[in-house]
């Protein structure tokens, strides 16, 4: 870092989380002394706006890092495999939020607020949580610290804008398609989505999980540091244009009262409770949409069980569960003073 | 029952559901000498289609029940508990579609595929379960008899058609206004349902359970004839017009292989298996609008437990839900002559 800021790379700038990073990083006013838009040669040269000043879009190569301080990368996992190991030996930090690196043991897998820790000694790449994990993972932290975390299934509300701008344009043209009587697109999902709900995101693995549904498991499980912990994810796509929502159960070593875990929530750092359901307040995906927070609701004691509890979790899958967790990684490396490989 | 078959009334006929009776019932060719929809007094009077017969709606009064050997309820619990022990002590066998009966313990709670025998010495009220509890219990039991079932987590995605016609009518102009970028109604459901997911379905309990949630606990102890079953339910609308699905997940005494319960659940009758995830094959709302049949898929043994399957189950709410389940239950007091009070 020179002394007017870092020289910062967003590698898939144009893409709808990349897009979402740049906002990120200005209202955050991230100390940044030169911006590097980055992505494919298709959107090379493209003008971008940042802090009032058009930026010129590059082409992603390995080349692109030379004298880059930070590279934020949204631009998929073949892309991050190949670009991420050149970035770091040209001297930079990467938070890369496609899965290509999540599980590998040389790479930090952060949420802020639940594992900062976990940066320290990073080898240069940092990798964002999947979206759909983000947001479960801050009220499992708490509940955690309070009753010993044994068990999590969660059942997922995913919104089309976790397959990018082109899934929100196939949800939304398929519902005026649908009310008009036409035939529906499905290309950018399995089947029609508007009007009905896809238990499919991402690939089947032979265990019959998607990778979407083993991602909640595997990440979970290092982010929390329990590589034991029994857990089942099933997701599910659903019409809601951004947003995802999460029912959540959680069984505990010991006993917590939902009182207990809702008071725990509010000091919480990023968590936000709505739970007050006699005058039908809980967190809705309108409720999240351009919110850094995480919002939680349906607190409550299982009716048969002694040491289980179950919640509704909802966040904004393009913040808190792409972009914001992102600049929240380099904020916390700039604060650490751990911005260097 | 005279020669020519049974005076059946249906109670709620005008409603979403009570015209599905009516279509069930001729369907199926259930023996019917006479029919008589009964509606409250704002409808009474309009006439309605019966096997090209035109006939008239009159008004449900305790007096409505005269000669009338079997009716089908579907009027609401408050109507429901006025009007059925009237019935009942008109020499009427009713099957009633409304929670009023269920837990009663004089009131066998019936599906057909899974307990038809707890008709047996019935003393006139049999209740028909909640939509999203009736398509649980199916594959439940296959799971039961094979391998003792300890627990089940269900959280569902219900369709608006739940809360009847108004419900579908108020998705759609609210999924009309938001494309139009107009002010969404929430009159029918707590807040605007288009492209969002509400977790409030019914009233909230003070065990901060929605009725609809301890309707699934309870009603599936009964039907399963499990007293103690540990249990809990998420109930959620989703933007759907028509079918709930459900992620369910069954915690067993002993290890089931997936195999094995798909090749249960394919022979159990009432239950297709659309299970082939590698080709998107699993059910969706889609494909159990105006079927009789309930449809599971995404059958799959928990990657971290050795005695827990997952799978997912969709059926048509209006039909195996609520019409198809009763005229089944009509059918099974006919065909054991049992059609007595």
């Not at 740049?22 to 940042?50: C, H, T, Y």
């Not at 919002?295 to 069980?305: H, I, Q």
Request: net charge negative; with cysteine; proline share 6%.
């Amino acid at each position: 870092m020179s002394a007017d800021g870092y020289t910062v790379a967003v590698a898939g700038a144009t893409g709808a989380v990349g897009r979402e990073m740049l906002r990120m990083l200005d209202e955050q006013n991230f100390p940044i002394r030169r911006l590097v838009p980055l992505a494919s040669a298709r959107s090379a040269g493209l003008k971008m706006d940042f802090r009032g000043t058009e930026v010129e879009v590059a082409e992603l190569t390995k080349k692109s890092f030379a004298g880059v301080d930070l590279a934020l990368f949204s631009a998929g996992g073949a892309r991050a495999k190949e670009f991420a190991p050149a970035a770091v030996d040209s001297g930079c930090v990467v938070v890369d939020n496609s899965s290509a690196w999540r599980m590998d043991d040389d790479c930090p897998l952060v949420v802020p607020e639940v594992n900062a820790a976990a940066l320290e000694g990073h080898k240069g790449i940092i990798a964002n949580p999947n979206c759909s994990t983000i947001q479960m993972v801050l009220p499992l932290q708490v509940l955690h610290e309070l009753g010993g975390l044994k068990r999590v299934i969660v059942s997922t509300y995913q919104s089309a804008s976790g397959a990018g701008q082109s899934g929100i344009e196939e949800l939304l043209d398929g519902a005026r398609k649908s009310l008009a009587g036409e035939e529906m697109p499905a290309e950018v999902f399995p089947h029609p989505l508007a009007f009905d709900s896809i238990p499919h995101i991402g690939s089947f693995e032979p265990s019959g999980y998607t990778n979407e549904e083993e991602k909640m498991l595997f990440e979970t499980r290092k982010i929390l540091g329990l590589p034991e912990l029994a857990s089942s994810a099933t997701c599910v796509r659903v019409p809601v244009v951004r947003g995802h929502l999460e029912s959540v159960t959680a069984d505990l070593e010991r006993p917590v009262s939902a009182a207990d875990a809702r008071a725990a929530m509010e000091r919480f750092p990023g968590l936000v409770v709505m739970d007050d359901p006699a005058n039908a307040v809980y967190p809705l995906a309108r409720d999240c949409v351009n919110r850094r927070e995480t919002f939680v609701g349906r607190l409550r004691e299982d009716n048969t069980l002694p040491a289980t509890l179950h919640f509704w979790v909802v966040s904004d899958n393009l913040w808190k569960g792409a972009a914001w967790n992102a600049v929240q990684i380099a904020e916390e490396l700039h604060n650490r003073g751990w911005m260097r490989v």
